[in-house]
């Protein structure tokens, strides 16, 4: 993906081997041909970027005037003209690159003026007298960053995490606690990654170094307690609609076609709608074959936008095709099963300079994660657990399975810990509070900055509407019980968007099940959808997988059913997770995994379980064996052979 990466050692560049492994770093990094690629080696530094030229088309590293300090720099800033207004007011060089003015204002003001730069971004500045660097993070942290202190004291950091195992040197231990969390959860919980060593750079950051001196400050928090003030449910209504569209609007200030992943559900179809509204037509991408509810609705939005609308269909054994791809682009921190988009890579690239995401806004306009009790019992002991189950959950029985008794009682230790580590983290604040903190500093932060983004990344820029900041503040002063059940989120869309009220939607917080915005569904279609669904898992169970009933059509994957109809995705994870080489490794039960795959064949819905031990499998690969993805930056774009399956 796009990214920043770099080494800040004690002593000069002698012998160049600091140069060589900035190349390294590099190298990594450059996943498509058209990547251009900047470095920068001087005194105790070496530092570049590497990526795509919609948002940062500028050389970098840029360099105020007398050269003393420099920056390296990816992403956007929402609003440049204010700090373009008060570089001015000092008499400074005003400039539209959104680099140099981040480094004019750092360069000017210290890294405390970070706090006045909203945008998704990532950056590294340094102070080439002083001997000091800053690499910092958005607020939202959406653009992500890894970092580690080698033994000899040599700072690296890099927007990927395969940039920084090429360089020569890093040594470096599995953390069971990462790989706990991520195998029974889907991520690791706050800064860890899979190895003890390397962090992610929390969001709203400044890492100061200084020599071999590290030190963190976190800049922003969301403030849940400013109480709102500005009147009752219908202006909270209209001021959000106003900025939503705000926000949206901003993200079109540079040239070149910005497209949308249309699905079925509100954020995407808020996105497109409001780029309509701001006088901006854009190509919309949609995942789900012909008879899928997901499609069907996306395509009903796009023809009520008058927006062209490209319809692509999930290849029932993408896994086997694609899989390998992805979770390199994605340093295996993505389930597997989350990487459906990877066969229309090169396609969203041949038709979009950047991809807008949707991310965030379920999370902070939808209060994703609140529950009735959050409201209810405001005791704190309750509060600290609900929020460990929320964020944590448990330990799955099926992984248990899965796992080597050697490594499983080390794993269920590790996760132990997390689980107490999040409830310690807990205060005095509230549910509002603490569990909004937490979840922005976990799963929002992998979907983000390493998942999707990462992988999209790959082939177009992305950019986050919903994570503006304006639109955030707001989210966080409106009573809690207007965000519940996204209320207050429905009514800003019905506001703002008239003409799509009609069009149904799906979404988690609804089962699936299509509805109008502006409608709450009734009981009887939630009680008989969960009959259907009963229904089919108990055929294919008394039938042991001889049986498959039509897969669930509000959904564009259909794991399980592929799994038990398809033998060339059936073959694949086998062949992966019964290979001699990854049984050897100790961490997974050569009985335990045969019994796996056998209840997902008579079962079903263990597909998540298996897709994150495959992913676990592929990082040890790559990151621990030292294989290398086998496309190379050398090659042309390859030719997909799944094409769009139809337009609207």
Same mark, same amino acid.
């Given at each position: 993906? $796009?990214?920043?990466? #770099?080494?800040?050692s004690?002593?000069p560049?002698?012998e160049?081997?600091?140069t ?6 590099a ?5 498509r041909?058209?990547?251009q690629e900047?470095?920068?080696?001087? #005194?105790n530094?070496?530092i570049?970027?590497?990526g795509?030229?919609?948002l940062n088309?500028?050389?970098?590293p ?5 050269? =003393?300090?420099c ?10 003209q ?9 008499n400074?060089?005003s400039?539209?690159?959104d680099?140099?003015? &981040?480094?004019?204002?750092?360069a000017r003001?210290g890294?405390?003026i ?7 971004y ?9 001997? &000091?660097?800053?690499?910092?993070t958005?607020?939202l942290?959406l653009r992500g960053c890894?970092w580690?202190l080698?033994?000899?004291g ?7 995490l ?14 069971t606690?990462?790989v706990a ?5 889907g991520?690791?919980f706050f800064d860890?990654t ?10 709203a950051?400044?890492?100061?170094v200084?020599g071999?001196?590290i ?5 922003w928090?969301v ?20 900025l939503l ?11 070149g ?5 249309l699905?079925g559900?509100?954020d995407?179809r808020?996105?497109?709608?409001g780029?309509v &509204? ?9 995942l789900? #074959?012909?008879?899928d509810?997901e499609r ?8 009520r936008l008058?927006v062209?609308n ?7 054994d993408?896994?086997?095709d694609?899989a390998?791809?992805g979770?390199?682009y994605?340093?295996a921190m993505?389930s597997s ?5 990877t066969?229309y890579?090169?396609?969203?690239g ?9 991310h965030t806004?379920?999370?902070?306009l ?6 009735e009790?959050?409201?209810q ?6 509060q600290?657990?609900?929020i460990?189950r929320?964020i944590?959950?448990d330990f799955?029985?099926f992984?248990?399975?899965g796992?080597?008794? =050697? ?5 269920h ?5 997390s689980r107490?580590?999040? =409830?310690?983290?807990?205060?005095d ?5 603490e ?8 799963l929002e932060?992998r979907?983000?900055?390493i998942?999707?983004?990462y992988?999209?990344n790959v082939?177009?820029d992305?950019k986050?509407p ?9 989210c966080?002063?409106v009573?809690?019980e ?6 207050l989120?429905k ?5 703002a968007? $008239?003409?799509?009220?009609d069009?149904?939607?799906?979404s ?10 502006d409608a709450?569904?009734? $009981?009887?279609?939630?009680?008989a959808r969960h009959?259907v669904g009963?229904a089919r898992?108990l055929v ?8 498959n009933l039509p897969?669930?059509?509000s959904?564009?994957?259909h794991?399980s059913?592929?799994y038990?109809?398809v $033998? ?8 992966v ?9 100790g961490y997974f039960d050569?009985?335990g995994?045969s019994?796996?795959l ?5 079962r079903g819905?263990?597909?998540n379980?298996?897709?994150?031990l ?6 040890n690969?790559y990151? &621990?064996d ?6 190379t930056?050398d090659t042309p ?12």
């Open positions: 993906m $796009p990214g920043i990466f #770099g080494i800040v004690e002593s560049d002698h160049g081997q600091r060589l492994a900035l190349r390294a770093m190298m990594r990094m450059r996943h041909v058209k990547y900047h470095t920068f080696s001087e #005194g530094i070496s570049g970027r590497c795509l030229s919609f088309p500028e050389q970098q840029v360099f105020t005037s007398d050269r =003393a300090c920056l390296v720099f990816e992403g956007e800033l929402y609003e440049p204010k700090i373009n207004q008060k570089l001015a007011r000092n400074a060089t400039s539209s690159a680099a140099t003015l &981040v480094l004019e204002a750092v003001y890294p405390e970070i706090e006045e730069l909203p945008g998704a990532v950056g590294f500045f340094y102070d080439l007298r002083e001997f &000091v660097g800053y690499l910092f958005d607020r942290g890894y580690t080698m033994s000899n040599t700072f690296c950091f890099a927007s990927e395969k940039a920084i195992i090429a360089v020569p040197g890093f040594h470096s231990k599995l953390d606690q990462g969390e991520f195998l029974s959860s991520y690791p860890r899979f190895f003890t060593n390397v962090k992610f750079l929390p969001y950051s400044v890492l100061t200084r071999a001196h030190s963190i400050h976190r800049y928090d403030d849940w307690q400013v109480q709102w003030r500005n009147g009752q449910f219908e202006d909270a209504v209209h001021e959000g609609a106003d569209i705000q926000a949206i609007g901003r993200q079109f200030r540079q040239r076609t910005i497209g949308v992943m699905s559900g509100l995407s808020a996105i497109a709608a780029a &509204v701001s006088g901006h037509d854009v190509p919309t991408f949609t789900g #074959g012909k008879k509810t069907e609705l996306a395509c009903r939005v796009a023809e008058r062209p490209h319809c692509l269909a999930v290849p029932p993408y896994l086997a694609y390998t791809e979770i390199w994605t340093d993505l099963r989350e990487l459906y988009w066969p890579l090169d396609f969203l041949a038709h979009a300079d950047a991809l807008i995401s949707g806004a379920g999370l902070f939808g209060g994703l994660f609140l529950e009790e959050h409201l019992n405001p005791s704190l002991h309750n600290r657990q609900c460990v929320q944590a959950g799955s029985t992984l248990d399975l796992l080597a008794p =050697a490594f499983l009682g080390r794993a230790d590790a996760f132990d810990a107490q580590a999040i =409830a310690s983290s807990v205060g604040g509230g549910f509002a509070t569990l909004a903190r937490a979840k922005l500093g976990t932060r979907l983000d900055s998942c999707y983004g992988l999209w082939v177009a992305v986050y919903l994570g503006d900041h304006d639109l955030l503040d707001f966080a002063r009573p809690l207007w965000r519940f059940r996204s209320r989120y009514a800003i869309l019905c506001k968007f $008239p003409q799509l009220v069009i149904p939607c799906v988690a917080k609804t089962n699936w099940l299509p509805m109008r915005i709450r569904i009734h $009981p009887m279609s939630t009680l009959l009963r898992f294919s169970r008394l039938t042991r997988g001889r049986i897969p669930d059509r959904k564009f994957t794991d059913h592929w038990r109809t $033998p060339r995705l059936r073959m694949w994870l086998k062949s997770l019964l290979d001699e080489r990854t049984l050897q490794r050569r009985e995994i019994q796996l056998n209840l997902q064949m008579r819905y263990l597909f379980v298996l897709s994150r495959i992913s676990f499998e592929f990082w690969r990151f &621990v030292g294989d290398r993805y086998e496309q930056v774009l390859r030719t997909n052979s799944q094409t769009p399956s139809g337009k609207s």
